[in-house]
């Protein structure tokens, strides 16, 4: 047979680059395909307009001018979940986002593109809760532990700079009786600056004479992590780490990586072998600007298009079934809550009478709770802001509850002075939450996912448990008024578990049924890790498969 | 944008009862505080998101065809509180004919089921409120003209109202604003 790469990867997101970056530093030849869009390269100056070239594997395509351009900082062009260059959706903006069948109120919020979700992710990396780990998984936490170790020194991750919203918040968590944590193995509950994968600001940052340049070394603290992340000397050193700045750059340099956007990857392509049993040998794709379709083929296909996608592809490959293929479905169970303070509380406390959410890392400060979950702060520019805040919660039928008319404006004319959490549960993996095709509707790629998530009784009492905690804290930082925004279950922002290790794959995250089929996301991993965002623990795991499949099929 | 005035009616009315002109704000707080949605072409923002979120359906027509049907419903029950004549609005729209406050109550009301799928009116409904809050306080109404131009050529011409309002200054390049380290290092 003649391949097109000894390892074909699907989905450049979280983890595949990761994957992408440890292969091709092992000699090995890989294909990337992404669905979406590649932004920051030179072969797709029109990347929404222009179907542009077929692959890039250079890096000097890396065009940090270009990137500048296209990462507008507006949040609407950025943004909006149906037009937004970060959308789940085609890298052409006049086409509809592709559409994912939902059983209940909510919307998954994804991004497609080199870097997928990490495009707009807050850049937050905490190991998972060593208790949520050990005795639970099929492998123990010492096992992950020099993988987070490598990833925490490429991407790298350091604890997150404070501005004024995070000392209100760090004061609120000490007020209210916790103490400062400054490990990364976290067993007992404490306030820490985010472990995030931002690099640091200048040290001269605050002196008003400092030059910063046309393009500085570091965050600059202007709070557009989740707009997209342009600023640094090169593609390759902007500040916010997604994997289009870190890991793609690092897997081009090995100069054995291929990437192919706009390659939306239809089916897994299988054939039984008489020894081996079912194995992968390739993909079929559909291009998304020419709407055609093609076959590559593979030594080894790493899966790593989330997992909603992921569970999605096996469905519709129609690979041998197994229970628990797209089940356990497991999202944090998120809420937010925020406190409004006085300007003369503020003044007292920071020197100065607004804590600005616009300013700063989006998220850089948060209280860990193992056996509940955590809190973090955030801010954001205004559009996002008060969506998450006033117009996420509830569902259609207690609309009049939301915060809307004179109190919404109300509650955002207050925006400076305002202080907002996001609540993360450590929900349990039921099988009941899942991933499934949508028995009706389909798209250009097969039958849509259909996605039904109920949190449990206990998920629920965490949940409170939580936002009680988050209101203490903004509480014993001086906040005169406190708002719940009540999210209804079905907000997909991190997502996780749909093909879990130990079920779908074995340790090394090899599916039992198909032989040289091997997960890299967030689908396998076990489960939501006791809350912690689940970045760095994909591309920790990422990292071990890359050596697992090397020592199992490529020596 | 060109819309059905009935549509275009029934949305301007649903923006109108999410984010409306606030007087009294204005009172406390300053003119700025005056004006709302609608100042911005927000349900123009609105229309144009209805039509383009859900596959190849566009949704716009639809959803104010409910909205009235839920009007009515809401006036048939008695539960409408001072309500203008229906026939005597403009388009005839009872949804418009409504008071801000019945409007949001008789989104609750849309009715089942919506192509055949119960809980797809419930996503609409939610929607709602989402697209309406996110395209009023992000910088679309500062398109101005351009804001229907193609992607690449729209223009922030203005300061969207709703910055003003909240005082967000708009993007920055930086901000002197560090306040130092709580942890310089993590530990094993």
């Known amino acids: 047979?003649?391949?097109?790469?000894?390892?074909?990867?699907?989905?450049?997101?979280?983890?595949?680059?990761?994957?992408?970056?440890?292969?091709?530093?092992?000699?090995?030849?890989?294909?990337?395909?992404?669905?979406?869009?590649?932004?920051?390269?030179?072969?797709?100056?029109?990347?929404?307009?222009?179907?542009?070239?077929?692959?890039?594997?250079?890096?000097?395509?890396?065009?940090?001018?270009?990137?500048?351009?296209?990462?507008?900082?507006?949040?609407?062009?950025?943004?909006?979940?149906?037009?937004?260059?970060?959308?789940?959706?085609?890298?052409?903006?006049?086409?509809?986002?592709?559409?994912?069948?939902?059983?209940?109120?909510?919307?998954?919020?994804?991004?497609?593109?080199?870097?997928?979700?990490?495009?707009?992710?807050?850049?937050?990396?905490?190991?998972?809760?060593?208790?949520?780990?050990?005795?639970?998984?099929?492998?123990?936490?010492?096992?992950?532990?020099?993988?987070?170790?490598?990833?925490?020194?490429?991407?790298?991750?350091?604890?997150?700079?404070?501005?004024?919203?995070?000392?209100?918040?760090?004061?609120?968590?000490?007020?209210?009786?916790?103490?400062?944590?400054?490990?990364?193995?976290?067993?007992?509950?404490?306030?820490?600056?985010?472990?995030?994968?931002?690099?640091?600001?200048?040290?001269?940052?605050?002196?008003?004479?400092?030059?910063?340049?046309?393009?500085?070394?570091?965050?600059?603290?202007?709070?557009?992590?989740?707009?997209?992340?342009?600023?640094?000397?090169?593609?390759?050193?902007?500040?916010?780490?997604?994997?289009?700045?870190?890991?793609?750059?690092?897997?081009?340099?090995?100069?054995?990586?291929?990437?192919?956007?706009?390659?939306?990857?239809?089916?897994?392509?299988?054939?039984?072998?008489?020894?081996?049993?079912?194995?992968?040998?390739?993909?079929?794709?559909?291009?998304?600007?020419?709407?055609?379709?093609?076959?590559?083929?593979?030594?080894?296909?790493?899966?790593?298009?989330?997992?909603?996608?992921?569970?999605?592809?096996?469905?519709?490959?129609?690979?041998?079934?197994?229970?628990?293929?797209?089940?356990?479905?497991?999202?944090?169970?998120?809420?937010?809550?925020?406190?409004?303070?006085?300007?003369?509380?503020?003044?007292?406390?920071?020197?100065?009478?607004?804590?600005?959410?616009?300013?700063?890392?989006?998220?850089?400060?948060?209280?860990?709770?193992?056996?509940?979950?955590?809190?973090?702060?955030?801010?954001?520019?205004?559009?996002?802001?008060?969506?998450?805040?006033?117009?996420?919660?509830?569902?259609?039928?207690?609309?009049?509850?939301?915060?809307?008319?004179?109190?919404?404006?109300?509650?955002?004319?207050?925006?400076?002075?305002?202080?907002?959490?996001?609540?993360?549960?450590?929900?349990?993996?039921?099988?009941?939450?899942?991933?499934?095709?949508?028995?009706v509707f389909k798209d250009e790629h097969g039958p849509v996912p259909l996605i039904r998530y109920r949190p449990s009784k206990k998920d629920k009492e965490k949940r409170d448990q939580l936002a009680r905690i988050a209101a203490d804290i903004l509480r014993k930082a001086g906040a005169k008024e406190i708002i719940r925004a009540n999210w209804p279950p079905g907000i997909f922002i991190h997502s996780h578990n749909t093909m879990r290790m130990g079920y779908v794959t074995d340790t090394n995250c090899e599916a039992y049924q198909v032989k040289r089929l091997f997960i890299a996301d967030n689908s396998v991993l076990y489960n939501g890790l006791g809350g912690p965002n689940p970045t760095l623990t994909t591309q920790a795991l990422a990292t071990r498969t890359a050596e697992k499949l090397v020592e199992k099929y490529l020596k | 944008m060109y819309y059905n005035p009935k549509v275009k009616v029934t949305l301007e009315a649903l923006v109108d009862a999410i984010i409306p002109n606030t007087p009294r704000l204005a009172f406390e707080q300053g003119a700025i505080q005056a004006v709302g949605g609608l100042y911005s072409h927000i349900d123009e923002y609105l229309i144009w998101s209805l039509d383009h979120f859900y596959s190849n359906l566009a949704l716009a027509s639809p959803t104010a065809e409910l909205l009235d049907i839920a009007a009515r419903q809401l006036i048939e029950m008695g539960a409408a509180g001072k309500c203008l004549d229906p026939a005597a609005c403009p388009n005839g729209s009872s949804f418009a004919a409504l008071s801000q406050k019945d409007r949001l109550k008789a989104i609750t009301l849309l009715p089942f089921p919506y192509q055949n799928n119960p809980i797809f009116n419930q996503i609409i409904a939610d929607a709602l409120d989402r697209f309406t809050v996110f395209g009023y306080y992000s910088e679309w109404s500062g398109y101005g003209v351009t804001r229907f131009a193609p992607f690449e050529e729209r223009k922030l011409e203005d300061i969207p109202v709703s910055w003003k309002q909240v005082r967000y200054p708009g993007k920055a390049y930086r901000y002197h604003a560090l306040r130092g380290y709580l942890v310089d290092k993590f530990t094993e």
């Open chain 1, 1 to 439: 047979m003649t391949y097109d790469a000894d390892v074909i990867i699907i989905g450049a997101g979280g983890g595949g680059p990761v994957v992408a970056k440890e292969l091709g530093e092992l000699g090995v030849k890989v294909l990337v395909l992404e669905a979406g869009p590649w932004y920051g390269n030179k072969k797709w100056p029109n990347a929404n307009n222009a179907s542009g070239a077929e692959s890039s594997s250079c890096i000097e395509d890396l065009d940090l001018g270009l990137l500048t351009k296209q990462f507008t900082d507006y949040e609407a062009d950025m943004n909006d979940l149906i037009s937004g260059k970060f959308r789940w959706g085609p890298a052409d903006r006049n086409r509809n986002p592709w559409f994912r069948s939902l059983a209940q109120t909510g919307f998954p919020w994804q991004c497609s593109g080199v870097g997928g979700t990490t495009l707009h992710y807050w850049g937050n990396s905490p190991r998972a809760y060593p208790l949520a780990v050990d005795n639970v998984w099929p492998i123990p936490y010492r096992e992950l532990i020099p993988y987070y170790q490598k990833v925490e020194a490429t991407l790298p991750v350091h604890p997150a700079p404070m501005t004024a919203k995070e000392e209100l918040f760090f004061y609120g968590a000490r007020k209210a009786g916790y103490p400062l944590l400054s490990t990364l193995n976290v067993t007992n509950p404490g306030y820490r600056p985010q472990p995030n994968a931002i690099l640091r600001p200048d040290p001269r940052i605050n002196d008003p004479d400092f030059p910063f340049g046309e393009k500085p070394a570091g965050c600059t603290l202007r709070g557009h992590c989740v707009n997209g992340c342009h600023i640094g000397p090169s593609v390759a050193k902007v500040a916010k780490r997604s994997t289009l700045v870190s890991y793609m750059p690092l897997a081009l340099e090995t100069g054995m990586v291929k990437v192919r956007p706009n390659t939306f990857v239809t089916k897994i392509l299988s054939e039984n072998h008489p020894q081996e049993g079912m194995q992968a040998i390739g993909v079929q794709f559909r291009n998304t600007w020419s709407g055609e379709f093609g076959e590559l083929k593979a030594k080894v296909v790493v899966m790593a298009a989330g997992a909603i996608e992921t569970p999605r592809l096996w469905l519709n490959s129609a690979l041998p079934p197994n229970p628990w293929v797209g089940k356990g479905l497991t999202n944090h169970y998120f809420d937010c809550v925020a406190g409004i303070f006085d300007e003369n509380v503020l003044m007292n406390l920071l020197g100065t009478p607004e804590a600005n959410p616009f300013v700063g890392q989006n998220s850089a400060a948060r209280l860990d709770y193992p056996g509940l979950g955590f809190v973090g702060n955030f801010g954001m520019s205004p559009g996002l802001f008060a969506s998450l805040l006033y117009a996420f919660g509830q569902d259609g039928h207690n609309f009049p509850h939301k915060s809307v008319g004179e109190q919404l404006k109300y509650l955002m004319s207050q925006y400076r002075r305002t202080l907002s959490t996001l609540i993360f549960v450590d929900d349990e993996v039921n099988p009941q939450n899942e991933i499934t095709l949508d028995p």
